[in-house]
């Protein structure tokens, strides 16, 4: 029973024993990140793919026995073409997966600005949507271009009657007394008369 609780104690509490941590390496995230770029870009063009098939195909007719005096540096055909190329592609993939991951964080960045300026564009339509809604409820109560010409003509018709009016009393004479009698007036004519009789 005793033993039973030791082994229960040491199970309940932790271990003093170190973990084993791999040494940490100092790389500049920018520069290696560049690397990675350039390698991923590089190995996604035509030329990495012909002189990948040169190599290749240098390798395999080199190695293939044809005599055996033939110099040969793979005994055992292939297998170290296809270690090569296994390690190629162990190193490729990370590389590449790092690259797409820098390009995944410059596309969302971009996204991030995109959606804040979509934001801000949508803030200042509806500002704008606003602002001509209250433009349209002014206008309606300001006067119209035709409401103000047909209120000028309606005046100037009245300044213009009242015009020909004061020309007529000024022709009568209503406007103070006129100076004598011209000649050929039609008022002078009954005075006439009146001496003659």
Same mark, same amino acid.
């Given at each position: 029973?005793?033993?039973?609780?030791?082994?229960?104690?040491?199970?309940?509490?932790? #271990?003093?024993?170190?973990? !084993?941590?791999?040494?940490?390496?100092?790389?500049?995230?920018?520069?290696?990140? +560049?690397?990675?770029?350039? *390698?991923?870009?590089?190995?996604g063009t035509a030329r990495f793919l012909a002189w990948m098939t040169v190599i290749v195909?240098?390798?395999?007719?080199?190695?293939?026995?044809? #005599?055996?005096?033939?110099?040969? *540096?793979?005994?055992?055909?292939?297998? !170290?073409?296809?270690?090569?190329?296994?390690?190629q592609a162990s190193y490729a993939a990370p590389l590449i997966?790092?690259?797409?991951?820098? +390009?995944?964080?410059?596309?969302?960045?971009?996204?991030? /600005?995109? &959606?804040?300026?979509?934001? +801000?564009?949508? /803030?200042?339509?509806? !500002?704008? /949507?606003?602002?001509?809604?209250?433009? &349209?409820?002014?206008? #309606? =109560?300001?006067?119209? &271009?035709?409401?103000?010409?047909?209120?000028?003509?309606? =005046?100037?018709?009245?300044?213009?009657? =009242?015009?020909?009016? =004061?020309? /007529?009393?000024?022709?009568?004479?209503?406007?103070?007394?006129?100076?004598?009698? &011209?000649?050929?007036?039609?008022?002078?004519?009954?005075?006439?008369?009146?001496?003659?009789?």
């Amino acid at each position: 029973m005793a033993k039973a609780e030791r082994a229960s104690a040491r199970l309940n509490t932790p #271990g003093s024993r170190r973990r !084993f941590e791999l040494p940490r390496f100092e790389l500049d995230r920018d520069a290696f990140g +560049q690397f990675a770029e350039g *390698f991923a870009r590089f190995m996604g063009t035509a030329r990495f793919l012909a002189w990948m098939t040169v190599i290749v195909i240098v390798w395999v007719l080199w190695n293939v026995p044809a #005599g055996p005096d033939r110099p040969r *540096f793979d005994d055992y055909p292939f297998i !170290f073409l296809t270690l090569v190329l296994s390690l190629q592609a162990s190193y490729a993939a990370p590389l590449i997966l790092l690259a797409q991951n820098r +390009q995944e964080g410059r596309d969302r960045v971009g996204l991030d /600005a995109d &959606r804040a300026q979509n934001d +801000q564009n949508r /803030a200042d339509m509806d !500002f704008l /949507a606003r602002e001509i809604a209250s433009l &349209r409820n002014s206008v #309606g =109560e300001l006067a119209t &271009r035709d409401y103000v010409r047909s209120e000028l003509r309606a =005046e100037l018709r009245t300044m213009l009657a =009242e015009l020909e009016a =004061e020309d /007529a009393r000024t022709a009568l004479g209503d406007h103070g007394p006129r100076p004598g009698p &011209r000649d050929g007036d039609h008022r002078s004519r009954p005075s006439q008369r009146d001496d003659h009789r």
